[in-house]
């Protein structure tokens, strides 16, 4: 069933036996008995291409439910710990600045996962990827995933000394529009992020002038390093540049609204244990980050 689920998910076996640590003529062969032994079809097969027949569809959602089952009584018995293959998607600068920090703790207190992170800001289909969860900052969008809060991030407006010389410093948002900033373009966004401040307690929204575009979060901070504009960042991210005088602070009258941090899981399952523990970590990991995440 294991096997089954996986080839299922990721629509190909060579992915699946990857996956599991099997030899991909095993799992070829272990799909071939499990569709004699119910006498159905249960996957559509192509060079290119696995997906599952209207049976094997059925079949994939009872499995589910039975291994999560298992999952959970066997997690039950004292002693026993999560264990297996978990694998998340993580965006760059939070996976560098909390989660890498504190993985250690993890793995030793866990040692039978086996972990694999992987780097990026898109909403992955996380079934067909094989994707356990993402830990994504903002306000998530896609119902059919759960998404469970695990911070609040402070952000800030900032730009480089360099850059203030040449425009003058910015008193109130208004005052912004013979300003620059250096545009981020979200995955899957139609353009550049517009900065936003509280006044008066109402969220505004100022899109001005770009020097530049960039997707990339380091890239968004060096540009702003080297005086190409204003950009809005977690504060957490530019903490010690802010101490060392390479950027200033601006408008701190009108921050911006904190942007949420949420994992992010199927709706369609159960949470593994494997996922579960990982998922509570991830909360006490950001809850002891103190203010930077609050």
């Known amino acids: 069933m294991r096997v089954f689920t996986r080839v299922v998910e990721r629509r190909s076996f060579t992915l699946a036996a990857e996956d599991t640590g099997l030899p991909r003529s095993t799992v070829t062969d272990a799909i071939k008995q499990l569709e004699a032994r119910l006498g159905i079809k249960l996957l559509d097969r192509t060079t290119r291409h696995v997906s599952p027949t209207l049976d094997g569809e059925a079949y994939y959602q009872s499995c589910l439910s039975i291994l999560d089952d298992i999952e959970d009584a066997e997690s039950a018995f004292a002693g ?13 600068t939070l996976a ?19 972990f694999h992170l992987s780097e990026g800001d898109r909403l992955v289909d996380l079934v067909r990827e094989g994707i356990d969860c993402v830990l994504r900052v903002g306000i998530p969008q896609d119902s059919d995933m759960i998404a469970r809060r695990v911070a609040m991030l402070d952000e800030v407006t900032v730009a480089s000394p360099s850059y203030l010389a040449r425009y003058g410093r910015p008193s109130h948002p ?10 981020f373009r979200a995955t899957g966004s139609t353009g550049p992020l517009p900065l936003e401040f509280l006044v008066d307690g109402k969220r505004v929204t100022k899109t001005i002038d770009t020097s530049i575009t960039v997707n990339a979060a380091e890239s968004f901070v060096c540009a702003a390093h080297i005086g190409l504009g204003i950009i ?14 390479v950027l200033v602070e601006l408008l701190p009258e009108f921050p911006p609204e904190p942007s949420p941090v949420s994992v992010l899981y199927p709706r369609n399952r159960q949470l593994a244990p494997r996922v579960r523990v990982f998922v509570e970590w991830l909360w ?3 809850a002891a980050s103190g203010p930077a995440s609050k």
Request: proline content about 8%.
């Open 80 to 92: 026993a710990k999560p264990r297996g293959l978990l694998r998340v998607d993580v965006h760059g």
């Open 96 to 114: 560098r600045h909390f989660v890498l920090p504190s993985l250690p703790s993890f793995l030793k207190a866990y040692p039978d996962i086996e």
């Open 174 to 183: 208004d005052d912004l529009s013979i300003h620059k900033m250096v545009g």
């Open 232 to 245: 809005q960042v977690p504060r957490y991210h530019v903490k010690e540049d802010l101490a060392a005088g």
């Open 284 to 286: 006490e990991v950001f």
